[in-house]
């Protein structure tokens, strides 16, 4: 094939197959062979037919007599093929086309706002008089195209929306689902009334759409009106030499980050600005990965972002794209990997001029949401719609389209904002849980087509950058979800690990019949500790495991739920002792994470023993000062949090995936564990006992799993300057021979020997 560039400024490549005219009315099968970062001889096609029996990778055309069938395109993703995209053609100044997809429509215009207003109501007040209103036309795969107009720069910036006659006949106005930018910044939704404000007030998911250049970048992140440069420019010193950005998601530590959280002492909700202001703080710290929770737009100025309503687009309220662009770029400078949480199981709430019923009122109609068979099927209409456990009807994963969105605005992360890894939120409501709204009947066909989307997306974005980290909150235990696509599984790298938490911290509802050490320990008394229980789950922690003792999920949202420091003492006061034995069994469970053999990943403000509850209705009320708290009650154990990190960082057996619970004793509440790698070998002692073992404990063990020789204790969770009592073996060198090993353990803490 002969390399060229495509209209939309990409590369492409192009054959001529030369066909007999006795072949017309014969089916055509093709695919392309590729050479890429991935390697030579690929199969170039990552997208599946449209048949939930198949898995087949090919496209497909009869041949007619007509020219229409002669040229035959296929699209690694849509990011450019749909929306309001520049059109370049014969070396000149590019133009502006116009595309949106909607089988539906009977017509569809493009109206534009003003800038000053960037509201169009449902009668059209709003639109710009002095722009005139494009018609488009209806081409392949339904979709809808302008003309070219002749200068994109001429129209850079400016709000549009499509006004559409749907299926009904009646005038809809629609965002632009494939946008790259939307004008809204605040949370003021006019429900298609006739507004007099400003932009800065307006909810972006229901605003006009903004024409927007992806391929330059606001010089200065504080003067994102400014001069712009290149993309090429902006990321030519993107990373500072002899600074490694990990690129394994075993040598991840991660921090999970919310933007819109931190700002803390400020009005309104945080930014990017708040997020590149704390750089310097996460250096400190250790972390190498932070992992933002959604940041497409979503409904309202503040919230969580699980729920989006254009996944091309950067939330307004936090700064926008090229202030995600900034931040991704200065993370890297400071050897720090970008993993960005994104939600498909179901699209924003609130989406009345996003993808809800977008171009027919029909429910069989709407055609980004799932729906069997008709409304007269049912004894409510709503009753064909798809739910499947998250917060909304599953998207319509049977259609091409709607696929491609989630695997473009995927494909736009990795190659135009140059994330690291990705982080799908509840994989298991996209491809096992959907069920019929109407009666909870379960859906194979919606599965396994949610199953084809996750697997074209892996696909895909392997296929443009081989070593992208791919993370699921998946808790099926289904041991496909980590195997490759072309091994029958969904292609991640790895998956969130619920069940340690539950077993380490238990403070959910949901962790009915787990070991549940941490809530239990906090009762109080000294009974005995499901050790053996929790045992398990740690063992289990080196099979492709994300482990943490918090998210956001478990931060106080989930059912009875709170910050390790509360759960840690059943929510007494955190004054005097009480507070000492708070963050003792915090340094325990960050201890057990970051020391076990998967992932360790922990929600922002555990490091300063943040007690505030994170919930996600009101977390703008209960934000945590992190700087403060580094300074103040937070110090030991911020300092506790740094020196672990940085211990684990310097050891190549902890992030080695193998672990050796050679110990367990739930009486006595002690853990013993050995995590080797080469001639690297740590011996962890950890106990939720209320009282040291001043006299020495005895670590039985088989005598082939503990070694003989002399071990040296080389961290110590109770050292003074975390605000332990420095009980330990202060450096001495001790014994282990047939399997016994006997050292002095502190109350509520762990000690970490290390092989000599």
Same mark, same amino acid.
């Given at each position: 094939?002969?390399?060229?560039?495509?209209?939309?400024?990409?590369?492409?490549?192009?054959?001529?197959?030369?066909?007999?005219?006795?072949?017309?009315?014969?089916?055509?099968?093709?695919?392309?062979?590729?050479?890429?970062?991935?390697?030579?001889?690929?199969?170039?096609?990552?997208?599946?037919?449209?048949?939930?029996?198949?898995?087949?990778?090919?496209?497909?055309?009869?041949? =007619?007599?007509?020219? &229409?069938?002669?040229?035959?395109?296929?699209?690694?993703?849509?990011?450019?093929?749909?929306?309001?995209?520049?059109?370049?053609?014969?070396?000149?100044?590019?133009?502006? @086309?116009?595309?949106?997809?909607?089988?539906?429509?009977?017509? !569809?215009?493009?109206?534009?706002?003003?800038?000053?207003?960037?509201?169009?109501?449902?009668?059209?007040?709003?639109?710009?008089?002095?722009?005139?209103?494009?018609?488009?036309?209806?081409?392949?795969?339904?979709?809808?195209?302008?003309?070219?107009?002749?200068?994109?720069?001429?129209?850079?910036?400016?709000?549009?929306?499509?006004?559409?006659?749907?299926?009904?006949? &009646? =005038? !809809?106005? #629609?965002?632009?689902?494939?946008?790259?930018?939307?004008?809204?910044?605040?949370?003021?939704?006019?429900?298609?009334?006739?507004? /007099?404000?400003?932009? /800065?007030?307006?909810?972006?998911?229901?605003?006009?759409?903004?024409?927007?250049?992806?391929?330059?970048?606001?010089?200065?992140?504080?003067?994102?009106?400014?001069? @712009?440069?290149?993309?090429?420019?902006?990321?030519?010193?993107?990373?500072?030499?002899?600074?490694? !950005?990990?690129?394994?998601?075993?040598?991840?530590?991660?921090?999970?980050?919310?933007?819109?959280?931190?700002?803390?002492?400020?009005?309104?909700?945080?930014?990017?600005? /708040?997020?590149?202001?704390?750089?310097?703080?996460?250096?400190?710290?250790?972390?190498?990965? +932070?992992?933002?929770?959604?940041?497409?737009?979503?409904?309202?100025?503040?919230?969580?972002?699980?729920?989006?309503?254009?996944?091309?687009?950067?939330?307004?309220?936090?700064?926008?794209?090229?202030?995600?662009?900034?931040?991704?770029?200065?993370?890297?400078?400071?050897?720090?990997?970008?993993?960005?949480?994104?939600?498909?199981?179901?699209?924003?709430?609130?989406?009345?001029?996003?993808?809800?019923?977008?171009?027919?009122?029909?429910?069989?109609?709407?055609?980004?949401?799932?729906?069997?068979?008709?409304?007269?099927?049912?004894?409510?209409?709503?009753?064909?719609?798809?739910?499947? *456990?998250?917060?909304?009807?599953?998207?319509?994963?049977?259609?091409? !389209?709607?696929?491609?969105?989630?695997?473009?605005?995927?494909?736009?992360? +990795?190659?135009?904002?140059?994330? /690291?890894?990705?982080? +799908?939120?509840?994989?298991?409501?996209?491809?096992?849980?959907?069920?019929?709204?109407?009666?909870?009947?379960?859906?194979?066909?919606?599965?396994?087509?949610?199953?084809?989307?996750?697997?074209?997306?892996?696909?895909?974005?392997?296929?443009?950058?081989?070593?992208?980290?791919?993370?699921?909150?998946?808790?099926?235990?289904?041991?496909?979800?980590?195997?490759?696509?072309?091994?029958?599984?969904?292609?991640?790298?790895?998956?969130?690990?619920?069940?340690?938490?539950?077993?380490?911290?238990?403070?959910?509802?949901?962790?009915?019949?787990?070991?549940?050490?941490?809530?239990?320990?906090?009762?109080?008394?000294?009974?005995?500790?499901?050790?053996?229980?929790?045992?398990?789950?740690?063992?289990?922690?080196?099979?492709?495991?994300?482990?943490?003792?918090?998210?956001?999920?478990?931060?106080?949202?989930?059912?009875?739920?709170?910050? =390790?420091?509360?759960?840690?003492?059943?929510?007494?006061?955190?004054?005097? =002792?009480?507070?000492?034995?708070?963050?003792?069994?915090?340094? +325990?469970?960050?201890?057990?994470?970051?020391?076990?053999?998967?992932?360790?990943?922990?929600?922002?403000?555990?490091?300063?023993?943040?007690?505030?509850?994170?919930?996600?209705?009101?977390?703008?009320?209960?934000?945590?000062?992190?700087?403060?708290?580094?300074?103040?009650?937070?110090?030991?154990?911020?300092?506790?949090?740094?020196?672990?990190?940085?211990?684990?960082?310097?050891?190549?057996?902890?992030?080695?995936?193998?672990?050796?619970?050679?110990?367990?004793?739930?009486?006595?509440?002690?853990?013993?564990?050995?995590?080797?790698? *080469?001639?690297?070998?740590?011996?962890?002692?950890?106990?939720?006992?209320?009282?040291?073992?001043?006299?020495?404990?005895?670590?039985?063990?088989?005598?082939?799993?503990?070694?003989?020789?002399?071990?040296?204790?080389?961290?110590?969770?109770?050292?003074?300057?975390?605000?332990?009592?420095?009980? *330990?073996?202060?450096?001495?060198?001790?014994?282990?021979?047939?399997?016994?090993?006997?050292? #002095?353990?502190?109350?509520?803490?762990?000690?970490?020997?290390?092989?000599?």
């Amino acid at each position: 094939m002969a390399p060229a560039t495509a209209e939309d400024g990409c590369p492409c490549f192009t054959a001529t197959v030369l066909l007999d005219e006795a072949e017309i009315g014969t089916l055509f099968r093709w695919g392309v062979r590729l050479d890429g970062p991935g390697g030579a001889n690929l199969w170039g096609i990552p997208t599946e037919v449209n048949d939930v029996g198949s898995a087949e990778r090919f496209r497909a055309f009869t041949l =007619t007599a007509s020219a &229409d069938t002669r040229r035959q395109d296929f699209y690694l993703t849509y990011a450019r093929r749909l929306g309001a995209r520049a059109f370049f053609s014969d070396g000149a100044a590019p133009g502006l @086309r116009f595309s949106v997809w909607a089988p539906n429509a009977l017509a !569809v215009e493009v109206v534009f706002g003003t800038p000053a207003n960037g509201y169009i109501a449902d009668d059209g007040d709003g639109i710009d008089p002095a722009r005139p209103v494009l018609a488009l036309t209806k081409g392949a795969d339904d979709i809808w195209q302008s003309e070219i107009l002749a200068d994109f720069a001429g129209f850079d910036g400016l709000p549009y929306m499509y006004r559409i006659r749907n299926a009904q006949g &009646d =005038t !809809v106005y #629609r965002t632009d689902i494939f946008s790259r930018n939307q004008i809204g910044r605040g949370s003021i939704d006019p429900q298609g009334q006739h507004f /007099d404000g400003t932009p /800065d007030t307006l909810d972006g998911a229901k605003t006009c759409s903004l024409v927007q250049s992806i391929d330059t970048v606001a010089r200065d992140f504080d003067d994102p009106a400014g001069p @712009r440069i290149s993309d090429a420019a902006f990321w030519a010193h993107e990373f500072t030499p002899g600074m490694t !950005v990990p690129s394994r998601i075993e040598d991840l530590i991660i921090y999970e980050l919310h933007v819109n959280a931190l700002g803390a002492g400020h009005p309104g909700g945080g930014t990017l600005k /708040d997020a590149m202001e704390l750089l310097p703080y996460l250096l400190d710290l250790g972390v190498n990965a +932070v992992e933002l929770l959604p940041m497409a737009e979503f409904s309202g100025a503040f919230g969580w972002g699980y729920g989006d309503s254009h996944h091309l687009t950067i939330e307004s309220s936090t700064g926008g794209r090229d202030e995600y662009k900034h931040f991704v770029r200065a993370c890297h400078r400071h050897g720090i990997a970008v993993i960005q949480d994104v939600c498909y199981n179901h699209f924003d709430f609130n989406a009345a001029r996003a993808e809800w019923q977008y171009d027919s009122a029909a429910p069989e109609q709407n055609i980004y949401y799932w729906y069997e068979g008709k409304p007269s099927d049912y004894a409510f209409p709503k009753g064909g719609y798809v739910d499947n *456990g998250s917060t909304g009807f599953a998207p319509r994963y049977w259609e091409e !389209v709607v696929r491609h969105l989630f695997v473009s605005s995927a494909a736009a992360l +990795v190659e135009e904002f140059h994330v /690291d890894g990705l982080r +799908v939120d509840l994989t298991q409501a996209i491809h096992r849980d959907n069920v019929l709204h109407a009666d909870g009947r379960g859906l194979s066909n919606a599965n396994l087509f949610g199953q084809k989307m996750l697997r074209e997306w892996s696909r895909t974005l392997r296929l443009i950058k081989p070593g992208v980290m791919l993370i699921a909150e998946d808790h099926t235990g289904w041991d496909a979800v980590t195997k490759l696509p072309d091994a029958g599984g969904l292609g991640f790298g790895a998956t969130w690990f619920a069940s340690f938490y539950h077993n380490l911290m238990g403070d959910s509802d949901a962790a009915g019949g787990q070991a549940r050490l941490i809530r239990t320990a906090g009762e109080g008394g000294d009974g005995p500790l499901g050790i053996e229980q929790f045992a398990g789950a740690l063992a289990a922690s080196q099979f492709n495991k994300i482990v943490y003792h918090e998210s956001h999920d478990e931060a106080g949202n989930a059912g009875g739920t709170a910050r =390790t420091m509360v759960t840690a003492v059943n929510g007494a006061p955190l004054v005097g =002792t009480t507070r000492d034995f708070a963050q003792a069994r915090c340094r +325990v469970a960050f201890g057990l994470s970051m020391l076990s053999a998967g992932t360790p990943m922990f929600f922002m403000g555990e490091e300063i023993g943040a007690a505030q509850p994170y919930r996600f209705n009101d977390f703008l009320g209960h934000r945590e000062d992190l700087l403060g708290g580094r300074a103040g009650d937070g110090a030991g154990l911020f300092r506790f949090y740094q020196d672990l990190i940085h211990f684990s960082r310097r050891h190549q057996s902890t992030r080695a995936q193998a672990i050796d619970v050679v110990h367990a004793l739930g009486a006595t509440r002690v853990i013993a564990f050995l995590r080797a790698a *080469g001639s690297d070998r740590l011996l962890v002692v950890a106990s939720l006992s209320n009282q040291p073992f001043l006299d020495g404990y005895i670590v039985q063990s088989d005598p082939s799993r503990l070694p003989d020789g002399a071990w040296r204790e080389v961290f110590n969770s109770d050292a003074a300057i975390y605000g332990g009592g420095n009980i *330990g073996n202060f450096g001495a060198d001790l014994r282990a021979a047939g399997g016994r090993f006997e050292a #002095r353990l502190p109350a509520a803490g762990f000690v970490v020997f290390q092989r000599l």
